[in-house]
Protein backbone atom coordinates (compact mmCIF):
# COMPACT_ATOMS: atom_id res chain seq x y z
CA UNK A 1 0.00 0.00 0.00
CA UNK A 2 2.66 2.51 0.58
CA UNK A 3 3.80 2.67 -2.83
CA UNK A 4 -0.01 3.42 -3.80
CA UNK A 5 0.26 6.25 -0.81
CA UNK A 6 3.85 7.94 -2.27
CA UNK A 7 2.11 7.92 -6.18
CA UNK A 8 -1.07 9.46 -4.90
CA UNK A 9 0.98 12.36 -2.70
CA UNK A 10 2.93 12.60 -5.69
CA UNK A 11 0.17 13.46 -7.58
CA UNK A 12 -1.79 15.60 -5.48
CA UNK A 13 1.79 17.40 -5.26
CA UNK A 14 1.83 18.09 -9.12
CA UNK A 15 -1.70 19.13 -9.14
CA UNK A 16 -1.49 21.62 -6.60
CA UNK A 17 1.68 22.83 -8.36
CA UNK A 18 0.10 22.88 -12.13
CA UNK A 19 -3.06 25.02 -9.89
CA UNK A 20 -0.70 27.21 -8.26
CA UNK A 21 1.23 27.83 -11.68
CA UNK A 22 -2.49 28.27 -13.53
CA UNK A 23 -3.20 30.76 -11.11
CA UNK A 24 0.09 32.58 -11.23
CA UNK A 25 -0.41 32.84 -14.96
CA UNK A 26 -3.47 34.44 -14.86
CA UNK A 27 -2.75 37.03 -12.05
CA UNK A 28 -0.03 37.77 -14.83
CA UNK A 29 -2.09 37.65 -17.76
CA UNK A 30 -4.84 40.20 -15.87
CA UNK A 31 -2.11 42.70 -14.91
CA UNK A 32 -0.69 42.56 -18.31
CA UNK A 33 -4.29 42.87 -19.73
CA UNK A 34 -5.29 46.14 -16.75
CA UNK A 35 -1.34 47.80 -17.62
CA UNK A 36 -2.05 47.53 -21.31
CA UNK A 37 -5.24 48.72 -20.61
CA UNK A 38 -3.91 51.53 -18.47
CA UNK A 39 -1.54 52.26 -21.37
CA UNK A 40 -4.11 52.64 -23.66
CA UNK A 41 -6.30 55.09 -21.82
CA UNK A 42 -3.46 57.04 -21.30
CA UNK A 43 -2.59 57.44 -25.28
CA UNK A 44 -6.25 58.33 -25.50
CA UNK A 45 -6.21 60.74 -23.32
CA UNK A 46 -2.89 62.38 -24.64
CA UNK A 47 -4.56 62.66 -28.20
CA UNK A 48 -7.63 64.32 -26.87
CA UNK A 49 -5.31 66.80 -25.09
CA UNK A 50 -3.50 67.49 -27.74
CA UNK A 51 -6.95 68.43 -29.66
CA UNK A 52 -7.82 70.46 -26.66
CA UNK A 53 -4.57 72.30 -26.74
CA UNK A 54 -5.14 73.32 -30.15
CA UNK A 55 -8.46 74.09 -29.51
CA UNK A 56 -8.10 76.50 -26.87
CA UNK A 57 -4.58 78.40 -28.39
CA UNK A 58 -6.93 78.63 -32.13
CA UNK A 59 -10.12 80.23 -29.22
CA UNK A 60 -7.35 83.05 -27.91
CA UNK A 61 -6.07 83.57 -31.21
CA UNK A 62 -9.89 84.67 -32.47
CA UNK A 63 -9.97 86.38 -29.38
CA UNK A 64 -7.32 88.65 -30.01
CA UNK A 65 -8.07 88.71 -33.44
CA UNK A 66 -11.43 90.46 -32.54
CA UNK A 67 -9.88 92.48 -30.02
CA UNK A 68 -7.58 94.11 -32.74
CA UNK A 69 -10.01 94.15 -35.62
CA UNK A 70 -12.81 95.90 -33.19
CA UNK A 71 -10.61 97.97 -31.04
CA UNK A 72 -12.10 96.81 -28.15
CA UNK A 73 -11.77 94.57 -24.94
CA UNK A 74 -13.83 91.79 -26.00
CA UNK A 75 -13.69 88.06 -24.92
CA UNK A 76 -10.08 89.90 -23.19
CA UNK A 77 -11.99 87.40 -19.82
CA UNK A 78 -11.56 84.11 -22.04
CA UNK A 79 -8.31 84.09 -21.36
CA UNK A 80 -8.34 83.55 -17.37
CA UNK A 81 -12.20 81.52 -17.75
CA UNK A 82 -10.57 79.09 -19.81
CA UNK A 83 -7.61 79.04 -17.54
CA UNK A 84 -9.46 77.53 -14.92
CA UNK A 85 -11.61 75.39 -16.88
CA UNK A 86 -8.44 74.04 -17.73
CA UNK A 87 -7.26 73.28 -14.08
CA UNK A 88 -9.91 70.22 -12.93
CA UNK A 89 -8.35 68.37 -15.63
CA UNK A 90 -4.89 69.29 -14.67
CA UNK A 91 -5.72 67.87 -11.27
CA UNK A 92 -7.49 64.70 -12.60
CA UNK A 93 -4.47 64.09 -14.77
CA UNK A 94 -1.90 64.29 -11.59
CA UNK A 95 -4.11 62.38 -9.31
CA UNK A 96 -4.55 59.85 -11.65
CA UNK A 97 -0.84 59.36 -12.17
CA UNK A 98 0.33 59.34 -8.76
CA UNK A 99 -2.53 56.87 -7.98
CA UNK A 100 -1.01 54.37 -10.50
CA UNK A 101 2.25 54.64 -8.62
CA UNK A 102 2.67 52.54 -4.89
CA UNK A 103 1.08 54.69 -2.71
CA UNK A 104 2.23 56.11 0.74
CA UNK A 105 1.10 57.93 3.30
CA UNK A 106 2.51 60.92 1.86
CA UNK A 107 0.74 60.51 -1.52
CA UNK A 108 -2.40 59.06 -0.16
CA UNK A 109 -2.72 62.49 1.84
CA UNK A 110 -1.70 64.60 -1.36
CA UNK A 111 -4.44 62.78 -3.52
CA UNK A 112 -7.00 63.63 -0.75
CA UNK A 113 -5.99 67.46 -0.63
CA UNK A 114 -5.57 67.41 -4.78
CA UNK A 115 -9.28 65.94 -4.56
CA UNK A 116 -10.79 68.58 -2.80
CA UNK A 117 -9.20 70.98 -4.82
CA UNK A 118 -10.32 69.25 -8.07
CA UNK A 119 -13.98 69.30 -6.30
CA UNK A 120 -13.75 72.85 -6.58
CA UNK A 121 -12.52 73.89 -9.52
CA UNK A 122 -14.11 71.23 -11.15
CA UNK A 123 -17.06 73.62 -11.97
CA UNK A 124 -14.89 75.98 -14.43
CA UNK A 125 -14.80 73.47 -16.86
CA UNK A 126 -18.42 73.40 -17.41
CA UNK A 127 -18.94 77.16 -16.88
CA UNK A 128 -17.39 77.53 -20.21
CA UNK A 129 -20.62 76.31 -22.15
CA UNK A 130 -22.37 79.71 -20.81
CA UNK A 131 -20.08 81.51 -22.74
CA UNK A 132 -22.17 81.37 -25.83
CA UNK A 133 -24.54 84.14 -24.44
CA UNK A 134 -21.51 86.50 -25.07
CA UNK A 135 -21.90 85.89 -29.19
CA UNK A 136 -25.00 88.10 -28.49
CA UNK A 137 -23.62 91.00 -25.68
CA UNK A 138 -21.52 92.86 -28.40
CA UNK A 139 -24.20 92.67 -31.27
CA UNK A 140 -27.18 95.32 -31.54
CA UNK A 141 -30.56 93.16 -31.81
CA UNK A 142 -32.63 96.24 -32.63
CA UNK A 143 -29.88 97.83 -35.06
CA UNK A 144 -30.94 98.96 -38.04
CA UNK A 145 -28.96 96.28 -39.76
CA UNK A 146 -28.59 92.50 -39.03
CA UNK A 147 -25.98 91.51 -36.90
CA UNK A 148 -25.88 88.27 -38.21
CA UNK A 149 -25.01 89.47 -42.08
CA UNK A 150 -21.95 90.98 -40.41
CA UNK A 151 -18.68 88.33 -40.42
CA UNK A 152 -17.87 89.54 -36.74
CA UNK A 153 -20.65 88.00 -35.32
CA UNK A 154 -19.91 84.66 -37.09
CA UNK A 155 -16.30 84.63 -35.40
CA UNK A 156 -17.65 85.48 -32.09
CA UNK A 157 -20.44 82.46 -32.60
CA UNK A 158 -17.87 80.44 -33.66
CA UNK A 159 -15.52 81.10 -30.71
CA UNK A 160 -17.96 80.81 -27.91
CA UNK A 161 -19.29 77.68 -29.02
CA UNK A 162 -15.74 76.19 -29.79
CA UNK A 163 -15.36 77.51 -26.14
CA UNK A 164 -18.28 75.90 -24.84
CA UNK A 165 -17.70 72.59 -26.48
CA UNK A 166 -13.97 72.88 -25.15
CA UNK A 167 -15.14 73.29 -21.44
CA UNK A 168 -17.38 70.15 -21.47
CA UNK A 169 -15.05 68.03 -22.54
CA UNK A 170 -12.75 69.12 -20.32
CA UNK A 171 -15.58 68.55 -17.66
CA UNK A 172 -15.72 65.13 -18.63
CA UNK A 173 -12.62 63.87 -19.58
CA UNK A 174 -11.39 65.31 -15.90
CA UNK A 175 -14.45 63.36 -14.46
CA UNK A 176 -13.91 60.24 -16.70
CA UNK A 177 -10.51 59.98 -14.89
CA UNK A 178 -11.64 60.40 -11.39
CA UNK A 179 -14.44 57.45 -12.36
CA UNK A 180 -11.82 55.21 -13.54
CA UNK A 181 -9.91 55.57 -9.66
CA UNK A 182 -13.54 55.06 -8.14
CA UNK A 183 -14.20 51.96 -9.82
CA UNK A 184 -10.66 50.33 -8.35
CA UNK A 185 -12.35 51.31 -4.69
CA UNK A 186 -16.31 50.58 -5.78
CA UNK A 187 -18.22 48.45 -6.99
CA UNK A 188 -20.17 50.19 -9.88
CA UNK A 189 -23.18 51.23 -8.47
CA UNK A 190 -21.41 52.87 -5.84
CA UNK A 191 -19.02 54.92 -8.21
CA UNK A 192 -22.03 55.77 -10.51
CA UNK A 193 -23.60 56.95 -7.92
CA UNK A 194 -20.40 58.83 -6.60
CA UNK A 195 -20.02 60.40 -10.18
CA UNK A 196 -23.62 61.82 -10.85
CA UNK A 197 -23.34 63.04 -7.36
CA UNK A 198 -20.16 65.38 -8.60
CA UNK A 199 -21.98 65.70 -11.93
CA UNK A 200 -24.63 67.25 -9.79
CA UNK A 201 -22.39 69.78 -7.97
CA UNK A 202 -20.93 71.21 -10.92
CA UNK A 203 -23.44 72.16 -12.58
CA UNK A 204 -24.75 73.94 -9.74
CA UNK A 205 -21.25 75.26 -8.91
CA UNK A 206 -22.34 76.57 -13.38
CA UNK A 207 -24.85 78.46 -11.81
CA UNK A 208 -23.39 79.91 -8.67
CA UNK A 209 -20.78 81.10 -11.14
CA UNK A 210 -22.90 82.68 -13.89
CA UNK A 211 -25.50 83.99 -11.83
CA UNK A 212 -24.43 84.66 -8.45
CA UNK A 213 -20.88 85.29 -9.68
CA UNK A 214 -19.02 83.79 -6.85
CA UNK A 215 -15.90 82.14 -7.53
CA UNK A 216 -14.55 78.14 -6.12
CA UNK A 217 -12.38 79.79 -3.43
CA UNK A 218 -15.58 81.56 -2.24
CA UNK A 219 -16.57 78.41 -0.83
CA UNK A 220 -13.79 78.74 1.85
CA UNK A 221 -13.75 81.97 2.67
CA UNK A 222 -17.83 82.67 2.57
CA UNK A 223 -19.51 79.57 2.21
CA UNK A 224 -22.81 81.01 4.16
CA UNK A 225 -22.77 83.76 2.04
CA UNK A 226 -23.07 81.26 -1.23
CA UNK A 227 -25.56 79.09 0.69
CA UNK A 228 -28.21 82.24 1.21
CA UNK A 229 -27.63 82.97 -2.40
CA UNK A 230 -29.23 79.44 -3.20
CA UNK A 231 -31.60 79.71 -0.88
CA UNK A 232 -32.79 83.56 -1.63
CA UNK A 233 -33.13 82.08 -5.66
CA UNK A 234 -34.98 79.05 -4.35
CA UNK A 235 -37.42 81.38 -3.02
CA UNK A 236 -37.79 83.70 -5.47
CA UNK A 237 -41.04 82.86 -7.67
CA UNK A 238 -39.10 83.36 -11.12
CA UNK A 239 -36.32 81.41 -10.09
CA UNK A 240 -34.25 79.35 -13.28
CA UNK A 241 -31.37 77.51 -10.51
CA UNK A 242 -33.73 74.13 -10.68
CA UNK A 243 -34.12 74.52 -14.72
CA UNK A 244 -30.77 75.53 -15.40
CA UNK A 245 -28.76 72.71 -12.80
CA UNK A 246 -31.13 70.48 -14.68
CA UNK A 247 -30.48 71.46 -18.03
CA UNK A 248 -26.57 71.52 -17.38
CA UNK A 249 -26.61 67.91 -15.76
CA UNK A 250 -28.23 66.44 -18.57
CA UNK A 251 -25.83 68.39 -21.15
CA UNK A 252 -22.75 66.99 -18.69
CA UNK A 253 -24.81 63.44 -18.71
CA UNK A 254 -24.74 62.75 -22.24
CA UNK A 255 -21.55 64.23 -23.20
CA UNK A 256 -20.31 62.15 -20.26
CA UNK A 257 -22.05 59.08 -21.71
CA UNK A 258 -20.71 59.70 -25.14
CA UNK A 259 -17.06 59.52 -24.06
CA UNK A 260 -17.39 56.58 -21.94
CA UNK A 261 -18.71 54.31 -25.02
CA UNK A 262 -16.00 55.86 -27.28
CA UNK A 263 -13.44 55.24 -24.82
CA UNK A 264 -14.98 51.79 -24.68
CA UNK A 265 -14.31 50.87 -27.92
CA UNK A 266 -10.68 52.58 -27.76
CA UNK A 267 -9.75 50.01 -25.75
CA UNK A 268 -11.52 47.31 -27.38
CA UNK A 269 -9.40 48.30 -30.74
Known amino acids: MKPFGVVERLNRSVCKATTMKRDLNTGIIQ ?3 KEMNHNRTSVTY ?4 IVLIVATIGCLFVAVYLRSKTNTNMYQFLTWDIFLAWLPFIVSSTISYVSNKKLT ?11 ACWLFFLPNSAYLFTEILHAFRYFDPQGETKFW ?4 FWYSLTLTFVVAILGLLLSICSIHQIHELLNK ?4 FGSMVV ?3 ILLLSSLGVYIGRFNRWNSWDVLKQPGLILKDIMTDLSAGNSILVEFVVMVFVIQIFGYITLRILMGKSNNI
Not at 107 to 112: E, K, P, T, Y
Not at 185 to 188: A, G, I, K, S
Open 149 to 152: VHID
Open 185 to 188: RLNQ
Open 105 to 115: KTSIALVGVMC
Open 195 to 197: VGV
Open 31 to 33: NRG
Open 46 to 49: FKIS
